[in-house]
């Protein structure tokens, strides 16, 4: 029996061996695992989003900053009694009963976490949430940093819009701190300047219990506003060039000649970036985006149209440049040319007579052109609107940014399969044809000729201490002085000669230079440019309008293009 | 005076110790699962344990006086109470938790199937040391399997599975010292094996959900499988020295459920980490080794036999309850002695342990 009992006693002492030993595997080997595991049991994580950065105009005007949104929402652990609480907040917000509940189940997460029933209410609203509030256990009135847009309509082309980050770009931009549901810059600045002008989100730390209700703050991480950034642009001449476009399609770039900084950038129609802002305005948004109109399209940057009349300048240029004419060679205009079969005819019937090259530009005669074209041949035209930055992207970083088309022997050849026709090159001579470009290409194409040969790069961010740097990027074409003295003044003439084309610009208190240009449509009135710097005698600010269907680049174009210069001479600009 | 001083002197005094350093520790813990945080604090648990307790050491001191061979006389009075009690319980106990365990007398709820472990020794005790020349017989093990057999049966009806497995580890434990032979032994072993299919019959649903989740824990982690998760992370998050008293965020933010009772071992091994629950461990090994120490150096065959049964009881408690809560045994419903909360298995482990200091004192001496 004793021996039996000791036997007993082994067992006895080999169980509480077992224990020391689970015990030890679970808490000195398994144990900073199942730590973290009850850490993870108790501790629950809330963001709190940080207020993107401001942005302004050139003179410190915020263009786009941040305002207080009130949300209601129910915080289901403070819930006491959810029949009476939805019956009433269903009357104060006259939302249905069943909605409310709807839209608590769909967006329930935690017993801690805030549920939004419904966002931006107005202040009247607020107020009185806050005087009913002992009546409804459970709900609050919750701040939200909301962007807000100053002049929505005007500047949504540059700006951008915001959307929810989706899961493709998630995957990538996980490992700059993006988050799911995050905010995320769609166009414009708010979308090429994301990861800067996005705030560093802040966030609480919670402490609950078994069924997840709040039992204690633990930590709060206070958020960080985004940086801002300063835009090259003058919020008051681009709000005032919006105004004055009134109902018309196009666009309208005003540009600094000697840096490139973008003074006015408006293209229309456009759309106001705050519908964004709420996913209940989806239909809106839907129909914006079907539209015909192509709200969305950003015609300065990414709307492609022959540059017509505008380009008999590259042709100039490209025939004083090569010494195929002198500024006094003249050609006789008749109204029509004749190549072949086919006649081509200027916009002027009875024809201008014997003009030199001035004459040429100032009564922008279809005509002359067509000699000079056959003249000095398609290649050298190619050649000269290619450096003059026409056919590739100016590098506003405005995506999509469209790189237009110079059209060549070759790339004919490649695309069409086709030789290069002698009557192509007539069309190609006036700005018509294969060729494609956008206004900011002409802007700066104007600009070029205005600081005397330098092809500038376009800038929308101000930025101080780089500005020598910027200098540095435009690119010295080395045009003579003499051509460029020529062209120059050929388009003061188009502005100020009773003739010139673009006589509806002129201005008695400013030298204005300018060329207009029409081009035809199959369907409806032609388009219409008008560009143009000034002053003339140290040229600053090159501007150009375009206007679809705008009829003749003398007409309107011209009107509101004085009319921005007129506003610039207010602004002090000039 | 003399009297108390020759009843210190018999006593042993590290059985003594342990016990009540244990229910102390027990008792603090008690009151670290009842307070919560900003919740209601439910003190009256730990003042009920405390209220226990002194009942508990009123009847081990009355116990002490009489020696244990008249509980050795009385053991079939005593069981035929038993069965009465357990036949109670069935017929008019109140159901707590889907069990129908409690007799209230008085005010005071206990549960017969507690008491019936320590009759269940007597008995063996009783019925083991007269066949003690008997036991190569099969007659003997048979009819002993048949003593313990009824009470079970009825303890299994309430339903408790803890108590009812409790008393066939106390008779293989005495058959086993009592000098079984081991092919008899192998023979019981294979046929409670071969039984277990039928057994698995048997069992309640969320009975069987225990098992099975004890077999694959991650089977249903929010149902029968949470308890056992719980547990463990609360135990392994305790790493070597705890979180502190109060301090297991397992145990005051409600993750663990029945904390206070059968799973109060996990809220030790959280707040006292691995040093503190190898001190419990140590306290119970002293009071084993202290009764395996009486078993010894009793020549009495009876007193030796009770003191095996209360040994097994109580190791058997130990032992399952403290594996239950860190998974290398599945959840059975057993609490873990002096340091649970529940009036019935208190007062009765202070019975057991004043058994056994009742057979060191009164040991015979030749």
Known sequence: MLHRLGIFNNLIRGSFLLLVFGLGYTQIIKGPEYFRLSEQNRIRLIPIIAPRGIIYDRNGQPIVSNKLAFDIVIIPQELKDKETTFIGLSKLIEIDKEEIENIFKKNYLAPFAPVIIKRNLDRRLVSQIEENKLGLPGVFVQTRAERYYHYPESTSHIIGYLGEINKKELEYLKTYGYKIKDLIGRAGIERLYDTFLRGDDGGMQLEVDNRGRLVEVLGQKEPFRGNDIQLTIDIKLQDYIFNIMESFQGACVVMDVNNGEVLALVSKPSFNPTIFLNSVNKNKIRQLLTSKKRPFLNRAVSGLYQPASVFKLVVAIAALENKKISPYTEFTCSGVYKKGNAEFECWKKEGHGNLDLRGAIANSCNVYFYKLGSLIGADLISRYALEFGFGRPTGIRLVPEAKGLVPTRMWKLLTKGENWYEGETLSFAIGHGYLLSSPLQVTRFISAIANGGKLVQPQLIRNRDENENLQKVALNLNISNETMKIIKEAMLEVVERDYGTGHNAKLNSLDIAGKTGTTQQFIGKPHAWFTGFAPFGSPKFSVVVFLEHGGSGGADASIIASKIFQKMQELKFL | ?366
């Not at chain 2, 009355?62 to 006389?73: P, Q, S």
């Not at chain 2, 434990?173 to 000098?179: A, E, W």
């Not at chain 2, 649970?340 to 007062?347: A, D, E, T």
């Open chain 2, 1 to 366: 005076m003399r009297a108390i001083r020759v009843f210190l002197r018999k006593i042993d005094k590290a059985l003594v110790i342990s016990t009540v350093l244990l229910f102390l520790i027990g008792l603090s813990f008690l009151y670290s699962t009842t307070y919560q945080r900003e919740l209601v604090f439910l003190e009256k648990y730990t003042i009920r344990q405390l209220a226990w307790f002194i009942v508990g050491l009123i009847l081990a001191g009355v116990l002490l006086k009489i020696n244990y061979i008249r509980f050795i006389d009385f053991s079939y009075p005593l069981y035929f109470l038993t069965i009465l009690m357990l036949l109670l319980v069935l017929l008019v106990g109140d159901i707590i938790l889907g069990a129908q365990r409690w007799l209230e007398v008085g005010g005071f709820a206990f549960q017969p199937s507690e008491f019936a472990k320590i009759v269940i020794i007597i008995v063996l005790a009783n019925y083991l040391g007269k066949n003690r020349l008997r036991m190569y017989s099969i007659k003997t093990i048979t009819f002993s399997f048949i003593l313990i057999s009824v009470p079970m049966f009825l303890i299994l009806k309430q339903p408790d599975l803890g108590t009812a497995i409790t008393l066939f580890a106390i008779l293989f434990s005495m058959l086993f010292v009592s000098g079984i032979k081991i092919k008899h032994l192998a023979a019981i072993t294979g046929i409670g094996i071969s039984a277990l299919p039928i057994l698995w019959h048997f069992l309640k649903p969320y009975q069987k959900s225990r098992l099975l989740v004890f077999l694959n824990p991650n089977l249903d982690p929010l149902g029968a499988g949470y308890t056992i998760r719980q547990s463990k992370i609360a135990v392994g998050s305790g790493m070597l020295l705890g979180k502190g008293w109060q301090s297991g965020t397992q145990n005051i933010l409600n993750f663990l459920p029945e904390r206070h009772t059968d799973f109060i071992f996990s809220v030790v091994g959280e707040e006292v980490g691995f040093i503190g629950a190898l001190c419990v461990l140590l306290l119970f090994f002293i009071i084993i080794k202290q009764g395996i120490k009486i078993a010894y150096s009793t020549n009495d065959i009876y007193g030796r036999l009770l003191a095996v049964g209360i040994v097994s009881m109580i190791i058997f408690h130990i032992f399952v309850n403290i594996s239950m809560t860190i998974g290398l045994m599945p959840v059975v419903g057993i609490p873990l002695p002096l340091i649970s909360y529940g009036g019935s298995s208190l007062v009765i482990t202070l019975i057991a342990i004043s058994i056994l200091l009742n057979i060191k004192i009164n040991r015979p001496i030749f």
